[in-house]
């Protein structure tokens, strides 16, 4: 079981900036991390994932706006988001697992990573 605590969010303006945290209670460095995000009544959907080869990858709705980075030596992880949207608006959770969980990078059947955490929240108004 891997404890992980987002940290960031907050309410900005459209075209506005933020730039979430997710610390891993446990070495994460041989597990594949993530951004997802959630509204109510809505799916849990993947924004970004960083594995442990590097290789990210991002959901068409981020990409050139998002940018994932990831700290081994603090088993952390990051995502800096520019250039805000009112449909950004969504609950932000950091996700670990084995590479296969994460349906945006590894392909196949849908799946969600087993460790997540609190969540952060994040509000665009325009």
């Known amino acids: 079981q891997v404890e992980l605590v987002e940290s960031g969010g907050g309410s900005v303006q459209t075209g506005g900036s933020l730039r979430l945290s997710c610390i891993a209670s446990?070495?994460?460095?041989?597990?594949?991390m993530g951004w997802y995000r959630q509204v109510p009544g809505k799916e849990r959907e993947e924004v970004a994932i960083?594995?442990?080869?590097?290789?990210?990858v991002y959901d068409d709705s981020v990409k050139g706006r998002f940018t994932i980075s990831r700290d081994f030596a603090k088993d952390s992880l990051y995502l800096q988001m520019n250039d805000l949207k009112p449909e950004d608006t969504a609950m932000y959770y950091c996700?670990?697992?084995?590479?296969?969980?994460?349906?945006?990078?590894?392909?196949?059947?849908?799946?969600?990573?087993?460790?997540w955490g609190q969540g952060t929240q994040v509000t665009v108004s325009s």
């Open positions: 996700a670990a697992d084995s590479a296969r969980y994460f349906t945006l990078y590894w392909g196949g059947i849908k799946r969600l990573p087993r460790n």
């Open positions: 446990t070495n994460v460095s041989k597990l594949c």
């Open positions: 960083f594995p442990v080869s590097g290789t990210t």
